[in-house]
């Protein structure tokens, strides 16, 4: 029952209307279903302004209904029901009141109507700004409502997303409860029936090259020369195949190129077997496909996307329930612990002192392997030689090259020759040269012993000039000789059929590799990069030296992987100086890095440590 608060009766003690109206709507928003809001809105429209009466109608089918009033007269209008055109006017029996309603809408649609009214004698008629009050409370309302709305969904949804995750945790435990294979496919498909209602389940695995059902819901054993089965086994052998989830929603009406293939197939299988629809689940992991969960119903599209999505993590964890059991059927417990046992005995049948001696001997076994360390070595892949520096030869001056005096994969020092430059013309330019020099110097000499000082001068000048000629031309000749730069080995594929072509003063004839140090690149497999750092020991032979070991370091390890159909390397660059320069590039080489010191058991463990925390991610990741 609504009670009248006081300023119904007396309209007095209103607070302002902004600050009423926002305490209003914080009340209506912490209300949590939409009975209570509506007894609010009833209660605190009297705070806003004077009313005599104030009412709650909601539609009905014809008109409107009032389910709440308080204030004068609230009891006649409580059931009370109206037309939609009269409810917001004065109704019989409402003489000689004003009367104003206003609408609360929910997505769109009209829910309820709050109308109030007061004596015009005493009161007066409701002004345009009461009315807008009136508007703003009806607008709160409707906030509210549609807040308590979202609320409610989101409850639901989380409602039933926890469901569901207690359905599959449920259902993981009691999957994984066991290791016997059949008892592990016989709750798969009893398990389904909490998620789907469904008229056949069965579960067939792939093994010898053919996939039978081996697992019926609710049956206890499987009969495999039931022609039913025989026939639902070849349906899930070709769901199978697909390697993917495959629905069928409806045989007579099928939505996709999948499931009109299908009914094409099996239409009259289905038809005769009373299957309208169907759920077809492979069991996979990344070794490929090991069975089908697969589900039939007599009814079209038995499967919400939800109940779908729940059945594939069954599946899910079926596959790896299946893996489990399987590995498990092929590991002989029984005869382990037999052959423990009996080790065992032995080992209690030796006499104390010789047990103690046994055990000291094996502490220092475990001490040695555990406690020895010494440097891990990381093989390395394809490593190749290469030049630690390229320099290259080019002249100084333009010609015609007539000499090559080296070839290619040749060994030169620095300052050896490379090349000769036809030089002939320079030679004659340079004896002529030097003939006009002591011509100038005689005429000097008999210019002097005549006294002709300025003949004299003229001639000395002449001869300055032609010697400076002369050891320019001299410096060519030498120029036309081009010399490595570096030691080094020649790179340059054969050099000598640049015999009778002309070079310009700078162009390229040679390129030779510094290999005093050469570069070695390595490739190191993706599960050992990790334990390569910079500065780690690089050890290499050579099929030309095989009982002599070189070394070098690391000197770079690349960020990006060069990988290839099969495995994945980083390539790794070392320097490794070549002393008597035995080492050439191209050599065959085998190369391996010398990195973190490790204990033998370290060393042994290191393979199987990755396989099993590979398996355990897979499992439950």
């Excluded at 345009?128 to 969904?153: F, K, M, P, Q, Y």
């Excluded at 592990?184 to 008229?199: G, I, P, W």
């Excluded at 990381?378 to 490593?383: F, N, R, S």
């Amino acid at each position: 029952m609504l009670e009248t608060p006081r300023s119904l009766e007396r309209g007095e003690g209103l607070a302002p209307t902004g600050e009423a109206l926002h305490r209003i709507t914080l009340s209506l928003f912490e209300a949590d279903d939409v009975s209570t809001i509506a007894g609010q809105v009833v209660t605190a429209v009297g705070r806003l302004f004077p009313v005599g009466t104030s009412s709650i109608w909601v539609p009905s089918a014809d008109g409107f209904v009032c389910r709440g009033a308080i204030g004068q007269g609230a009891d006649e209008l409580k059931g009370r029901r109206a037309s939609a055109e009269s409810v917001g006017g004065p109704l019989e029996g409402e003489d000689g009141l004003s009367v104003l309603a206003a609408g609360i809408a929910s997505n769109g649609n009209l829910v309820a109507l709050l109308r109030v009214s007061r004596p015009l004698a005493t009161e007066g008629r409701f002004t345009d700004a009461e009315h807008d009050l009136l508007r703003h409370l009806s607008g709160a309302a409707e906030a509210a409502i549609e807040n308590v709305n979202r609320t409610g969904a989101s409850q639901r949804a989380v409602a039933d997303a926890t469901r569901d995750l207690a359905t599959i945790t449920a259902m993981s435990r009691e999957i994984t409860a066991t290791l016997d294979l059949d008892r592990v496919l016989r709750s798969v498909v009893n398990l389904a029936t909490r998620m789907l209602t469904f008229d056949r389940g069965a579960i067939a695995l792939y093994e010898r090259g053919a996939c039978d059902i081996r697992a019926v819901a609710g049956a206890e054993g499987v009969d495999a020369k039931d022609p039913t089965l025989q026939d639902l086994a070849v349906r899930a052998a070709w769901a199978a195949g697909r390697g993917e989830h495959f629905y069928l929603s409806d045989r007579s009406d099928p939505a996709s190129d999948a499931e009109r293939t299908f009914v094409q197939i099996f239409g009259e299988d289905l038809e005769r077997d009373g299957a309208s629809s169907g759920l077809y689940l492979p069991l996979k992991d990344e070794e490929g496909i090991i069975g089908i969960l697969l589900f039939e119903a007599e009814r079209v599209d038995f499967a919400t996307p939800r109940q779908q999505e729940l059945a594939e993590i069954l599946a899910n964890q079926a596959t790896v329930a299946v893996r489990n059991a399987q590995l498990y059927r092929h590991v002989p417990m029984a005869d382990a612990l037999s052959a423990m046992a009996a080790r065992k005995e032995k080992l209690f049948a030796i006499p104390r002192r010789r047990r103690a001696a046994v055990a000291v001997a094996v502490l220092g076994v475990i001490a040695a392997l555990t406690l020895i360390r010494w440097p891990l070595r990381v093989d390395g892949v394809e490593p190749v030689f290469r030049p630690l520096q390229r320099a290259d030869v080019r002249p100084t001056i333009s010609g015609v090259i007539d000499r090559v005096f080296v070839h290619e994969g040749m060994v030169v020092e620095r300052g050896a020759p490379v090349v000769h430059l036809r030089d002939e013309e320079l030679r004659a330019q340079h004896a002529a040269a030097i003939a006009a020099q002591s011509a100038a110097d005689r005429a000097a000499a008999s210019a002097a012993a005549r006294g002709d000082a300025a003949e004299e001068r003229v001639q000395r000048l002449r001869g300055g000039v032609l010697r400076r000629e002369a050891d320019l031309l001299d410096e060519q000749i030498r120029a036309a000789v081009v010399r490595a730069p570096v030691s080094g080995v020649v790179l340059t594929p054969r050099p000598e059929e640049r015999i009778g072509t002309r070079a310009a003063e700078g162009d390229l004839i040679a390129t030779v590799g510094r290999t005093d140090s050469l570069e070695l690149e390595l490739g190191v497999d993706q599960r050992d990069v990790t334990r390569v750092e910079v500065g780690d020991e690089v050890r290499v032979r050579v099929d030309a030296l095989p009982q002599r070991t070189f070394s070098g370091r690391v000197v770079s390890i690349a960020a990006l992987a060069a990988t290839d159909s099969q495995e994945v390397r980083f390539p790794i660059r070392a320097i490794v100086p070549n002393e008597g320069a035995l080492l050439r590039p191209g050599m065959v080489a085998y190369a391996r890095v010398l990195t973190a010191p490790a204990s033998v058991v370290g060393r042994v463990a290191r393979g199987p440590a990755r396989a099993i925390r590979l398996l355990w991610w897979r499992m439950w990741s």
